[in-house]
């Protein structure tokens, strides 16, 4: 499957900003889908996963509160929605897919977006 995330940009703190996740071709319906983040100069983290058949979520507790991930089936589309951006949050944002489980670790997650910049500062 072909991931392609949309959304990022340069926003104030406190702002709210959307990022998307489509595919082309297949289904995200067969994927649990998750969202991970890489700030500059560190590793590549967890932000957020969704289950692909009954919709449950979890979150870092880093964006717990603030962030909230979705998904429409019918348009065969993932989303996360962030709110109360902080400049923590600024970082390099990745959707991706797993068949493995609903748990993946990140290496388990064998198909990656491109990646969308998210930049919050004043």
């Known amino acids: 499957v072909q991931l392609q995330a949309s959304g990022g940009g340069l926003v104030q703190p406190g702002d709210s900003l959307t990022l998307s996740c489509t595919s082309s071709g297949r289904t995200l319906t067969n994927y649990h889908m998750g969202w991970f983040r890489q700030a500059p100069g560190k590793e590549r983290e967890f932000v957020a996963r969704?289950?692909?058949?009954?919709?449950?979520?979890s979150y870092a507790d880093s964006v717990k509160g603030r962030f909230t991930i979705s998904k429409s089936n019918m348009k065969n589309t993932v989303y996360l929605q962030m709110n109360n951006l902080k400049p923590e949050d600024t970082a390099v944002y990745y959707c991706?897919?797993?068949?493995?489980?609903?748990?993946?670790?990140?290496?388990?997650?064998?198909?990656w977006g491109q990646g969308t910049q998210v930049t919050v500062s004043s």
């Open positions: 969704i289950h692909r058949s009954n919709g449950a979520t």
């Open positions: 991706a897919a797993t068949t493995v489980t609903y748990y993946a670790a990140e290496q388990e997650y064998y198909h």
